[in-house]
């Protein structure tokens, strides 16, 4: 028996197969009624296209590849799904896997995106050599940088001003009095945690008169956090700092766990902002001050801009996007 395919859904569905071959690839080309027709037929016949096979005709797949640093973030999470809203309504997928802020996994990561042929891959970068993906682009898979301003020629990026956000954040806590503030992150060789530290830093220097120390975690999650808040805990109130300034929420929240075990309050012994505004910020035991970042936002931009290069063949002047951050001030900095 001959195996079912594209002619007999468009033949079936009363369509040209072009029309079928949108439904599938460019859904937004087509009305619903004429994908809602076509997707009928597809589901009666129970025809499943090869993609392989298209894939080896093509020399491409019909798929992104997102690379984030850390997918237990929720900011992250956030950014996905807007790169999935625009993937989904080009008939694109996406595949999301993890860096864990290790240059080794990204690479691996990098390799295997790139041996499935893959349309294009955004990529929140581990650390400042973007050395492999200048040779990934340069083997033809076009490449955004997320969550990082992009430093070399040819490459788009979406990023917020994090030094910005850094200074927002601070500037807050000195202007409810703070002089001795805390900053919290892993190490600077991660962009965003050095640029949000530059920003502390400059609040402090052009306010006078105050100090910032800063506390080095392992990592940028709610464990990590906690350890850090029962050294700052255990230090002599005359030494403590009366404000702390979390590089990302969920440092934030481990820190808040950690302040509230040792019988301090916040923010009468210590005021506390963190950095994202991820949903569990206005959720916590105490709700979190934050700076927000547009993460939904900033991931369809960034797919917006993939798709571009991809549709036009690297036909495109290369974008710097920028968002500026918003402050959302909670209980946990407002006495």
């Known amino acids: 028996m001959r195996e079912t395919g594209l002619k007999d859904v468009a033949r079936l569905a009363g369509v040209s197969v072009g029309t079928v071959s949108n439904v599938l690839n460019h859904p937004d080309k087509v009305s619903e009624e004429t994908a809602r027709r076509v997707n009928g037929v597809i589901d009666e016949l129970g025809w499943v296209r090869n993609d392989a096979a298209r894939q080896l005709r093509q020399g491409r797949s019909a798929m992104l590849g997102l690379v984030v640093l850390d997918v237990g973030n929720p900011f992250f999470t956030d950014v996905a799904a807007g790169v999935e809203h625009v993937a989904n309504a ?109 920003g502390a830093q400059a609040a402090v220097d052009s306010h006078g008169g105050g100090c910032l120390e800063v506390f080095e975690s392992q990592a940028m999650n709610a464990q990590a956090g906690r350890s850090v808040g029962e050294r700052i805990a255990a230090l002599p109130p005359g030494e403590r700092p009366t404000a702390v300034f979390a590089a990302n929420d969920l440092l934030a929240i481990g820190l808040l766990q950690a302040f509230l075990l040792a019988g301090l309050t916040v923010p009468g012994d210590l005021a506390l902002i963190g950095y994202d505004d991820i949903q569990y910020a206005s959720s916590a035991a105490v709700p979190l001050s934050s700076v927000r970042q547009p993460a939904f936002e900033m991931g369809r931009r960034a797919a917006d801009l993939l798709i571009a290069e991809i549709e036009s063949g690297g036909d495109v002047v290369p974008e710097q996007v920028v968002f500026e951050p918003r402050l959302v001030v909670r209980e946990s900095t407002t006495r």
């Open 90 to 198: 080009h008939g694109r997928v996406v595949l999301l896997t993890n860096s864990g802020e290790d240059a080794d996994r990204e690479a691996r990561a990098l390799r295997l995106f790139e041996s499935q042929r893959l349309d294009g891959l955004l990529v929140a970068p581990v650390g400042d050599d973007v050395a492999r993906l200048e040779a990934v682009r340069a083997r033809g898979t076009r490449v955004v940088l997320i969550d990082r301003l992009a430093s070399s020629p040819g490459f788009s990026s979406v990023a917020v001003d994090d030094r910005h956000g850094g200074r927002l954040a601070v500037d807050h806590l000195l202007e409810q009095g703070h002089t001795r503030v805390g900053f919290v992150g892993a190490s600077t060789a991660i962009e965003q945690v050095a640029n949000r530290l530059a």
